[in-house]
Each structure stands twice: as structure tokens, then as C-alpha cells.
């Protein structure tokens, strides 16, 4: 199918082209689909979408060849024959479908083929519904893996109850080819946990979540070492693409992509969507719309901070690559900033600088003078309090700009520091 939108179908057979090649769908979207035939091409090319998105869709990525796609699940050619990861990916229940297990792939029930309609799947390490009072608790890097395998999850509310390490040299571990989580609309509190190593080598809309829709929320949540090669578009630490709410995080590590929308912690962070109390530090680069922080912004930026090395073709800066639409407040950029086209800029690399309000950077350490938005201070200015309480920054120890006490410092020494980070005792 090269374009438009297919539900309910199945593709076997082998795909070969230049641009937007899928195993089902070339460019557009699927529902309650799977494909299993080799797939093959230049650009755009994946295991089930090439371009576009999925809804209950999963690919073999055995006989497909590819560990990446632009919608749907990856599973192996047993997982594909398996009732109970059937069940995790939204073919449970549904008379359309009927299964052979372990002997088939999913047929339709008008093919007149032997097997039964796939039961609902249980995890037996989520003891609780799945609900704001009853938060599924993660606590292994097995357990998060299958939840990136699991799509009927992906709407649920997950609490980490210890730090994981994805380092592709552990057993049971791998480099992902695709997000971990590639979509997802429910509630994910890090609970101050820590996710190390994370390693992903792949097209577009890459980080621990590929898409963050409508409804999620992502929160108290440490993202360090990550290596993240993307390329296509949206590419970030944490999430390619931000559709919702983001607080409490942070990304540590290697972000870098040939595309467009490459941020430390977030690729794009579209209309209406936040990120708040969040910083990235490490080194992004990129084609177009890089950001230290985030590559483009529509939305809210607040009380968030980047510490990044930037570099990129264009719309180049230390926070925020292309802002337009959306806001930033009280925040800041740090990183060395530099660009092979223009605009590149401190702060902010290109559109609107309205809606800007009480943020620097460092025109010092960015290379940068200039800026689409924000005040350029030095070095030394950057790390005096007077300049950020002087344009209201809540600070621990003073009441004049508020009670909330976002952000420290050791003044003379350091930047500022978010309140969640620890304190050095010395």
C-alpha cells in the first residue's frame, strides 16, 4: 500500500523501492495490521510504515530485515505466532483475527483457517490496574522492554520503583533500533530513578519515547549516557516528539541526527505542551532545529536549563533551535553553540523572540552574541545570583520572588541549579 490508511489487513509479501517503503504501508496509517515480507530502500524505509503511524500494528522484524519503523511494534517471528503478545498489541477479543498458535501468523476469520481469537494477555508483574491510584510499578529493564512491546499499555500510568541500566553489552539488552516506548499517552513517573545507557540506531522520532500524545505525562525522571543516532526526524533524550506535559527530567548523554528536530531532551515540543524544572547537558548535533534543550518549541518552556554542546546546518542554538509560537521563561543555555548555515543564535536559533522572557545565555562559553531571543550575559554574570533575582527567579533562602524556591546556586562557582538536583555538601 503506498499511501493512505489500512485497518484490519496483512501484508506478506517482499518490498523493495527508493523512498517511503514499508512492509504494509508506504506513507500514511495502519490499524490492527501486521506485515512480515522483506523490506528494503533508501530512505523513509520501515519494517511496517515507512512514513506515518499505527495503531495495534506490529512487524516481524526477523523476516522483514528491519529493527525500525515509523509505526507499530517490533516483534520476532515467535512473538508473532504467540498468543499472549498478540494480546499485548490490541488483537485480543477481536473476531476479525483468529490464531494457529505458534504454528501461524494471525489470519482473518473470512480465510477460513484453523485457530481460535486471541485471548486478552495478562503481566503477571503488574499487580495493580493501571490507574492514577494504582500505578504499575517497573522494576527491572526486562519489565520496560516488554512495555515497549505492549502497545495496549501504552496509555497506563508506570512508576519506576529502581534505577535501569539498557547498556546494550548486558545480557537480555540491545540497541534499539526504535524508541523504546515508540507511543505513548499515559503517566510515567521515574519516581527520581535513574535510566542509564540507553542506545538507539535508527530513523526518526528516537529517545525513550518516540511520541508522547495528547494525555502523557512524564515526570521525575533521569535519562544518563544515552547514545542516540537517528536519521530522521525528531530526535531526542528523552522523547522525539512532545504532545503533552514533561516535568522533573533530564537528559545526559549523545543526541545527534540528520534530520530536523534534534534536542537533548526533546526533539519537538509542540502546541501546548510543557516541559518545566528539566536541563540537558552532553553534546546534540543535528541537520535543521537543534537545540540543546529541545530542537523546536510551539509550547512552554519554564524554569528549565541547558548545558549542552550544540552544533547543526541551521536553526542552531543552545536551548531552543526554532521557537515561534510558544513561550520560555526563566530559563537558560550554557553549551558551546555552532552552526554551518544560519540562523544560529545563544539562546534561541530562530523565529519569534516574543514570548521570551527572563532567560540568558552564556555569550562567552556559547561563542554566541547574538540571539532569535533572550539576554546574552558572561560568564561571570551567569553565575551571580543578582542577575537571575533581578528578573524574578525563585531562589531556596529569599521570598521576595516567590515561595516555591525552583532553583540554586553556588554563586561564583557554578550556574544555576534546579531544586531537585542535589545540593553538594561541600
Known amino acids: 500500500m503506498g499511501s493512505g490508511e489500512a485497518t484490519h489487513c496483512y501484508s506478506t509479501g517482499a518490498v523493495s523501492g527508493n523512498d517511503y517503503v514499508g512492509g504494509l504501508v508506504g506513507s500514511g496509517a495502519a490499524t490492527h495490521c501486521y506485515s512480515t515480507g522483506a523490506v528494503s530502500g533508501a530512505s523513509s524505509v520501515g519494517g511496517l510504515i515507512g512514513s506515518g503511524s499505527a ?184 522523547a522525539g516528539d512532545n504532545g503533552d506535559s514533561i516535568a522533573n527530567c533530564c537528559s545526559n548523554g549523545l543526541v545527534s541526527g540528520t534530520g530536523r528536530y534534534v534536542g537533548g531532551l526533546v526533539g519537538r515540543n509542540r502546541e501546548e505542551a510543557s516541559v518545566a524544572d528539566c536541563y540537558s547537558t552532553g553534546a546534540v548535533s543535528g541537520g535543521s532545529y537543534v537545540g540543546g534543550l529541545v530542537g523546536s518549541n510551539s509550547g512552554s518552556i519554564a524554569t528549565s536549563y541547558s548545558r549542552a554542546l550544540v552544533s547543526g546546518d541551521g536553526h542552531v542554538a543552545g536551548l531552543v533551535g526554532y521557537h515561534w509560537y510558544g513561550r520560555i521563561t526563566a530559563s537558560y543555555s550554557s553549551g558551546s553553540v555552532s552552526g554551518g548555515g544560519s540562523p544560529v543564535g545563544g539562546l534561541v536559533g530562530s523565529g519569534s523572540g516574543r514570548n521570551v522572557s527572563s532567560s540568558f545565555w552564556d555569550i562567552q562559553t556559547s561563542g554566541q552574541a547574538t540571539s532569535a531571543g533572550g539576554t546574552g550575559k558572561t560568564t561571570a554574570q551567569m553565575q551571580t545570583a543578582k542577575t537571575f533575582l533581578d528578573a524574578g527567579w525563585d531562589f531556596m533562602g529569599e521570598m521576595a520572588n516567590g515561595p516555591e524556591d525552583i532553583w540554586w546556586i553556588l554563586e561564583g562557582k557554578d550556574y544555576p541549579h534546579l531544586w531537585w538536583e542535589l545540593i553538594p555538601e561541600n
Request: hydrophobic letters at 40%.
Open 55 to 238: 495503531t495495534a500494528c506490529i512487524w516481524d522484524i526477523e523476516t522483514s530485515g528491519l529493527l525500525g519503523s515509523d509505526g507499530g511494534v517490533g516483534l520476532n517471528t515467535s512473538e508473532m505466532k504467540d498468543l499472549y503478545m498478540l494480546g499485548l498489541n490490541g488483537f485480543a477479543n477481536d473476531p476479525n483475527w483468529i490464531l494457529d498458535a505458534g504454528r501461524d501468523y494471525p489470519r482473518l476469520a473470512w480465510e477460513g483457517t484453523p485457530g481460535q481469537i486471541i485471548p486478552e494477555a495478562g503481566v503477571d508483574w503488574m499487580q495493580r490496574d493501571g490507574t492514577a491510584g494504582g500505578a504499575h510499578r517497573i522494576d527491572t529493564a526486562d519489565q520496560l522492554i516488554l512495555l515497549g512491546k505492549a502497545s495496549v499499555l501504552w496509555d497506563r500510568y508506570f512508576v519506576l520503583g529502581a534505577d535501569i541500566d539498557l547498556d546494550p553489552n548486558l545480557l537480555g539488552r540491545q540497541v534499539f533500533a526504535q524508541a523504546v516506548i515508540p507511543a505513548f499517552k499515559g503517566v510515567f513517573d521515574g519516581n527520581d530513578h535513574t535510566i542509564s545507557h540507553l542506545t538507539i540506531n535508527g530513523g526518526g522520532y528516537l529517545g525513550l519515547f518516540g511520541t508522547l500524545n495528547w494525555g502523557a505525562k512524564v515526570r521525575n525522571l533521569r535519562i544518563v549516557d544515552v547514545n542516540i543516532t537517528g536519521s530522521g526526524d525528531y530526535i531526542g533524550g528523552l
